[in-house]
Each structure stands twice: as structure tokens, then as C-alpha cells.
């Protein structure tokens, strides 16, 4: 009998039968989207798994109670503001209970005490609020920015012995100005030293210079995700606070780091003026701080110092080949480095046509000015991968040819170039030489293993090659690595859960991600649908997604899709056409 160690929650819907009795269909609509919209989405997002769903509420498990509380306390504080300006009978409100402790798997199930006590809290929970056992309260005191009162002992149903409550004081729900969709989650306290580095500060008054300042980030986040000993937040999530007077104490909080690198660039002519400055996100204080005057062409001299400085203060061990991986540097050439920012800038605001053609004609410049450097090819190669899947200006050979051409001329260079791995893993996949994809994916993980999108694309790969039990722990660690994670990574979520059979999972992912972007993921979702045998949940999905994208075709879909086993992508091929879909 397998045994394990898990925080239990348990919500449910306060007076659900006397909501359906008075409007059946409006209730369960209702429902239905605060599932859809909130509930699910929170859950997942804290890395919780769905273990059981009844008709009005649900059981789900997670690996750290706080984790548990932070969901909870994010649903009920959703649930306040998507109740707000409803007719009191049309108010949803639910109960939540809490409970770690040890549990019995019975196959998709949990048994046991631990299971059965989060669901009598649930049942003494105030309406609106949330319940938590003694356990639970000293594992998240001062980690969850909530207040708990202490209830007494409660002596709760078919429960041998009472049991200490804790209750969520509702004005921590109420009080608070939050919106309908859930934020991500903060992520606790990891056991590596942790770091975000937040945009530095253009300070020079010409707009065309934040690409510099924004240049000097990257590359310090790039190199400090090369370092096995240090967790650094990804620029996607560190980014969301460009612009913003920030709360350094708050955004730690927010990403779950204990430390944030802030800074400022002010560029006139050829000199340079960088301040730096490290804070512990707990108490406030200045661990360290510098400023560099240098002319512009130290730029890269300074990145290294100031690498090197960070990994000292926060007490980061480097192995001989980490020492190695610390000095390099996107190019030599301030111009081609410009360049490269200005490009990679637009390739993240969307994978599209236009801006891949864009960013591929200012990388073409930059390369005029630094043929050798590994980054610019690396990135270059990209743009020819995604014309190679999808096709949109050369012949998939000549496109293969090209980003292979560029990937190599990176790997030349620096043969643990993560990026020039991932474009070979990539350009393998598309060939179908999967030995090789995997291979160089796998290789890109373990020189950047603190890289969010490396971790992200390698989950993508394993998957389509066959490997999706490997692939679930990295999509999971590119989440943790960026708290604010594109949407994207929630179909790559949802697919690795699919693809080793923990449907629910999948499904809440695919409707966090269309939640996100508008109905990306609703063809996941439909073959989802089809797999656990839900017909019309996958035709009425069908229906909405032709309603968002009009020239879909499932050939056309077939064209971008590749998977080791080819009899895999016919059945998929087939769920579609089966849902209605063109």
C-alpha cells in the first residue's frame, strides 16, 4: 500500500442544491465558469492535481501546504470580486478546508485521514472563508500574506480526536481590490539561493537607449542561468515590472526570491554610468551596491564583474566549467549587441511573420558587424526553424538548411550555446531525426539549466518525441522559473499532462491557456475532450474554435505538428475531424 505526505484541499458550493432547485441551468452554468475561469486555473497554477470532482465541489492535492493556502486564498478573493454587483441570489459562495497529512493512493485516488479531515474543515469553514488544520497553519505562518484566528478545537465529523482549526479572517478576502482572473502564483522559498534581476532604468532620455539598458539585463540573467547553484527569475517575468515604481519587498514576494537586483543606465557619447544595487527582499536592506563609469566599450567587462559579484554575494559555488560559461558574452560589438536586443524584442512580443521576418533582417545587420558571435547566430538559426515548421517564406529543405547552417556557426564558437542547441533540437524534430533532437535539447537543459524557455522548448520536444514523463518536471520548472509565465507554457503544461494520462490536469491547463490568449489551445482541448470520452464537450469547443479561427484546417494543423509516432498524430488528426472540425 503506497503511503505519502500531502496537503489536501477541499472546496464546495454553500447552499448548491438550494441554487439549482430555484435555477438549475443558470447554477451550473455558473458554476461551470468559475471553474473554467478561476477555480481550475488557481489550482494548477499552484501545482495543484485535481483528485476528484463531485458536483459542486472538488478534492485536490499538493506537495507543500503552501502552495494549498495561497490557491485558497486567491479563489475566495476572485470569488469576491466576480461576486461583486451580482443580485445576492445569484452569489456563489464556497467553503474551503485544508489538511496535510498522510494519505493511502488507491490509483488516481487518495484515501485516509489526511483526505477525510480537509473535508470536515470544509464543512466548519465560514462561508466565503477558508479552513485550515493546526498542521497547516505552522507551515505557512508569515508565507502566505494572509491572517488565520485561531478557532479552538473542533471535535469534526467520524474524527477520532478534535482538531485545532485555524479560519481565513474574511476581511483578508473582502478588503482587498482584486481581479476576476487569478494572478499567478508565488512560488516558496527555494532551497537555492534566488535572484530576480528587474529592468534597470533608462536614465540617459533617449527612448532609442532602452534597448541598452534592457540588453544589460538580458545578458546578466542569461549568464546567471547558466549556474546550477542559483535560481534566477526569467526575464518574461522579471519584465512585467518595466516601467513601474516597485516595491522590491513586494516583488519578492511576487516571485518568490530572496533576493532583486535593481539598477540604472545613463549612456552619453562613448561613457557609461551603471548603478547596481542587491536587496534582500525580507528585510529591505542593501547587501550591495556599485556604480560603474566606463566607457561604452567595457560594457562587457562590467556584465562579468558584476556576475561574478552577484554569485559572491549570494554565496553561489562555481564549477570549473561555470567559471567558463560566466565570461560569454552576446558580442563584442556594442552596435551588433543593440542590434540583437532590438530583434529579440520583437520576436517576443509574438512568433509571427512579421516580426520574425523583422527581427531576421535586423539580425542580418547585426551579423555584418559580428559574423563570429554565437548568440546572433544562435537567434538567427531560430527564425529559419520556425519558417522551417511553418513555412512561410523558403522551402522547408532550404529553411532546415539555413537554421543548420547558423546553429552551427554558434556551436563553432561556443559549443554550449543553449540556443544553437535547442534550433538543432528543433531543425531534428522537423527532419525527423528525433535521436538528434533529443540529444541537443537535452543538451541545452544541462548547459542553461536555469533557463526558463530552454526548459519550455525541451518539454515541447520530449513530448513530440515520445518522452512526456520527462518532459512534465521541465514545463514545471520553466513555471517556477517564470511566476508570470507566457501563456503558451500552459498548452505545454497541458499536453505533457495529457500525453501521460492526467486528464483533468490537461483540460484545466487548456482552459487556463484559452482563458489567456483567446483560443490557443481549444485544439488540445478537443482531443482531450475525445479522450476521455466527452463527444459533445469536444464538438461544442470544436464549434467555438472555428468561431475565433475561421480558416482552420486540420490539414493545415497536421503540417505544424510532429511526432515520433506517427500512429499517435493520426488518432489526434482523426479527433479533430471527428469533433467537426474542417
Given at each position: 500500500?503506497?503511503?505519502?505526505?500531502?496537503?489536501?484541499?477541499?472546496?464546495?458550493?454553500?447552499?448548491?442544491?438550494?441554487?439549482?432547485?430555484?435555477?438549475?441551468?443558470?447554477?451550473?452554468?455558473?458554476?461551470?465558469?468559475?471553474?473554467?475561469?478561476?477555480?481550475?486555473?488557481?489550482?494548477l497554477a499552484a501545482r495543484g492535481r485535481i483528485i476528484k470532482s463531485t458536483g459542486d465541489g472538488l478534492l485536490a492535492e499538493f506537495s507543500s501546504s503552501v502552495g494549498a493556502v495561497r490557491s485558497a486564498v486567491m479563489i475566495q478573493q476572485g470569488m469576491t470580486a466576480r461576486?461583486?454587483?451580482?443580485?445576492?441570489?445569484?452569489?456563489?459562495?464556497?467553503?474551503?478546508?485544508?489538511?496535510?497529512?498522510?494519505?493511502?493512493?488507491?490509483?488516481?485516488?487518495?484515501?485516509?485521514?489526511?483526505?477525510?479531515?480537509?473535508?470536515?474543515?470544509?464543512?466548519?469553514?465560514?462561508?466565503?472563508?477558508?479552513?485550515?488544520?493546526?498542521?497547516?497553519?505552522?507551515?505557512?505562518?508569515?508565507?502566505?500574506?494572509?491572517?488565520?484566528?485561531?478557532?479552538?478545537?473542533?471535535?469534526?465529523?467520524?474524527?477520532?480526536?478534535?482538531?485545532?482549526?485555524?479560519?481565513?479572517?474574511?476581511?483578508?478576502?473582502?478588503?482587498?481590490?482584486?481581479?476576476?482572473?487569478?494572478?499567478?502564483?508565488?512560488?516558496?522559498?527555494?532551497?537555492?539561493?534566488?535572484?530576480?534581476?528587474?529592468?534597470?532604468?533608462?536614465?540617459?532620455?533617449?527612448?532609442?537607449?532602452?534597448?541598452?539598458?534592457?540588453?544589460?539585463?538580458?545578458?546578466?540573467?542569461?549568464?546567471?542561468?547558466?549556474?546550477?547553484?542559483?535560481?534566477?527569475?526569467?526575464?518574461?517575468?522579471?519584465?512585467?515590472?518595466?516601467?513601474?515604481?516597485?516595491?522590491?519587498?513586494?516583488?519578492?514576494?511576487?516571485?518568490?526570491?530572496?533576493?532583486?537586483?535593481?539598477?540604472?543606465?545613463?549612456?552619453?557619447?562613448?561613457?557609461?554610468?551603471?548603478?547596481?544595487?542587491?536587496?534582500?527582499?525580507?528585510?529591505?536592506?542593501?547587501?550591495?551596491?556599485?556604480?560603474?563609469?566606463?566607457?561604452?566599450?567595457?560594457?562587457?567587462?562590467?556584465?562579468?564583474?558584476?556576475?561574478?559579484?552577484?554569485?559572491?554575494?549570494?554565496?553561489?559555488?562555481?564549477?570549473?566549467?561555470?567559471?567558463?560559461?560566466?565570461?560569454?558574452?552576446?558580442?563584442?560589438?556594442?552596435?551588433?549587441?543593440?542590434?540583437?536586443?532590438?530583434?529579440?524584442?520583437?520576436?517576443?512580443?509574438?512568433?509571427?511573420?512579421?516580426?520574425?521576418?523583422?527581427?531576421?533582417?535586423?539580425?542580418?545587420?547585426?551579423?555584418?558587424?559580428?559574423?563570429?558571435?554565437?548568440?546572433?547566430?544562435?537567434?538567427?538559426?531560430?527564425?529559419?526553424?520556425?519558417?522551417?515548421?511553418?513555412?512561410?517564406?523558403?522551402?522547408?529543405?532550404?529553411?532546415?538548411?539555413?537554421?543548420?547552417?547558423?546553429?552551427?556557426?554558434?556551436?563553432?564558437?561556443?559549443?554550449?550555446?543553449?540556443?544553437?542547441?535547442?534550433?538543432?533540437?528543433?531543425?531534428?524534430?522537423?527532419?525527423?531525426?528525433?535521436?538528434?533532437?533529443?540529444?541537443?535539447?537535452?543538451?541545452?537543459?544541462?548547459?542553461?539549466?536555469?533557463?526558463?524557455?530552454?526548459?519550455?522548448?525541451?518539454?515541447?520536444?520530449?513530448?513530440?518525441?515520445?518522452?512526456?514523463?520527462?518532459?512534465?518536471?521541465?514545463?514545471?520548472?520553466?513555471?517556477?522559473?517564470?511566476?508570470?509565465?507566457?501563456?503558451?507554457?500552459?498548452?505545454?503544461?497541458?499536453?505533457?499532462?495529457?500525453?501521460?494520462?492526467?486528464?483533468?490536469?490537461?483540460?484545466?491547463?487548456?482552459?487556463?491557456?484559452?482563458?489567456?490568449?483567446?483560443?490557443?489551445?481549444?485544439?488540445?482541448?478537443?482531443?482531450?475532450?475525445?479522450?476521455?470520452?466527452?463527444?459533445?464537450?469536444?464538438?461544442?469547443?470544436?464549434?467555438?474554435?472555428?468561431?475565433?479561427?475561421?480558416?482552420?484546417?486540420?490539414?493545415?494543423?497536421?503540417?505544424?505538428?510532429?511526432?515520433?509516432?506517427?500512429?499517435?498524430?493520426?488518432?489526434?488528426?482523426?479527433?479533430?475531424?471527428?469533433?467537426?472540425?474542417?
Amino acid at each position: 500500500m503506497e503511503r505519502r505526505l500531502a496537503a489536501i484541499l477541499a472546496l464546495d458550493v454553500v447552499g448548491f442544491s438550494r441554487m439549482t432547485s430555484q435555477n438549475e441551468e443558470g447554477t451550473l452554468a455558473a458554476l461551470k465558469a468559475h471553474r473554467r475561469d478561476l477555480i481550475d486555473p488557481t489550482l494548477l497554477a499552484a501545482r495543484g492535481r485535481i483528485i476528484k470532482s463531485t458536483g459542486d465541489g472538488l478534492l485536490a492535492e499538493f506537495s507543500s501546504s503552501v502552495g494549498a493556502v495561497r490557491s485558497a486564498v486567491m479563489i475566495q478573493q476572485g470569488m469576491t470580486a466576480r461576486n461583486a454587483g451580482l443580485a445576492p441570489d445569484q452569489r456563489m459562495t464556497l467553503r474551503i478546508g485544508i489538511h496535510v497529512g498522510d494519505v493511502v493512493v488507491d490509483d488516481a485516488d487518495l484515501l485516509g485521514d489526511g483526505v477525510n479531515i480537509a473535508a470536515r474543515l470544509e464543512g466548519v469553514s465560514a462561508p466565503g472563508g477558508v479552513a485550515i488544520s493546526e498542521d497547516v497553519w505552522r507551515q505557512v505562518q508569515g508565507k502566505v500574506g494572509a491572517a488565520f484566528a485561531d478557532a479552538g478545537e473542533i471535535q469534526l465529523k467520524n474524527i477520532g480526536r478534535p482538531v485545532r482549526v485555524f479560519q481565513l479572517e474574511i476581511a483578508e478576502v473582502s478588503a482587498l481590490d482584486v481581479p476576476a482572473q487569478p494572478a499567478n502564483l508565488a512560488v516558496p522559498m527555494p532551497e537555492l539561493p534566488s535572484l530576480a534581476v528587474l529592468p534597470f532604468q533608462n536614465m540617459s532620455g533617449d527612448p532609442d537607449q532602452e534597448f541598452f539598458a534592457d540588453g544589460l539585463v538580458e545578458d546578466i540573467i542569461t549568464t546567471l542561468s547558466k549556474l546550477t547553484g542559483l535560481r534566477v527569475i526569467a526575464r518574461n517575468s522579471s519584465f512585467v515590472y518595466k516601467g513601474q515604481s516597485v516595491d522590491v519587498r513586494e516583488a519578492g514576494k511576487q516571485l518568490g526570491v530572496r533576493h532583486v537586483l535593481e539598477g540604472s543606465v545613463r549612456r552619453a557619447g562613448n561613457r557609461i554610468r551603471i548603478t547596481c544595487q542587491l536587496i534582500d527582499t525580507r528585510t529591505g536592506d542593501h547587501v550591495w551596491a556599485e556604480r560603474y563609469d566606463r566607457s561604452v566599450d567595457d560594457i562587457f567587462a562590467v556584465q562579468d564583474e558584476i556576475t561574478l559579484v552577484l554569485a559572491t554575494e549570494m554565496q553561489v559555488k562555481l564549477t570549473e566549467g561555470e567559471q567558463a560559461r560566466r565570461h560569454y558574452t552576446t558580442s563584442t560589438n556594442v552596435e551588433a549587441w543593440t542590434l540583437w536586443m532590438q530583434a529579440l524584442s520583437l520576436y517576443r512580443t509574438a512568433v509571427s511573420k512579421d516580426n520574425c521576418s523583422r527581427a531576421l533582417a535586423i539580425l542580418r545587420k547585426a551579423l555584418q558587424l559580428d559574423p563570429d558571435a554565437p548568440a546572433l547566430n544562435a537567434m538567427a538559426g531560430l527564425m529559419h526553424a520556425a519558417d522551417a515548421r511553418f513555412g512561410w517564406w523558403d522551402d522547408r529543405p532550404t529553411a532546415i538548411a539555413k537554421g543548420k547552417e547558423l546553429a552551427g556557426r554558434a556551436l563553432a564558437v561556443d559549443p554550449e550555446n543553449p540556443d544553437a542547441h535547442v534550433d538543432f533540437a528543433m531543425l531534428g524534430m522537423i527532419e525527423g531525426d528525433w535521436e538528434a533532437a533529443i540529444a541537443h535539447v537535452r543538451k541545452a537543459t544541462e548547459c542553461s539549466p536555469g533557463a526558463a524557455d530552454a526548459a519550455m522548448m525541451a518539454s515541447f520536444i520530449l513530448c513530440c518525441a515520445g518522452h512526456p514523463q520527462e518532459a512534465v518536471p521541465l514545463i514545471e520548472r520553466a513555471m517556477q522559473l517564470s511566476p508570470h509565465y507566457p501563456a503558451n507554457y500552459l498548452g505545454h503544461l497541458g499536453n505533457a499532462y495529457r500525453l501521460t494520462g492526467r486528464f483533468d490536469e490537461a483540460i484545466a491547463a487548456f482552459k487556463a491557456f484559452d482563458a489567456r490568449s483567446a483560443g490557443f489551445g481549444l485544439t488540445d482541448l478537443v482531443i482531450a475532450y475525445r479522450q476521455t470520452e466527452r463527444p459533445e464537450l469536444a464538438r461544442q469547443t470544436a464549434e467555438r474554435f472555428l468561431g475565433l479561427r475561421p480558416t482552420f484546417t486540420v490539414a493545415g494543423w497536421r503540417n505544424t505538428q510532429f511526432r515520433r509516432n506517427q500512429a499517435q498524430l493520426d488518432a489526434e488528426v482523426g479527433m479533430l475531424q471527428a469533433a467537426g472540425l474542417p
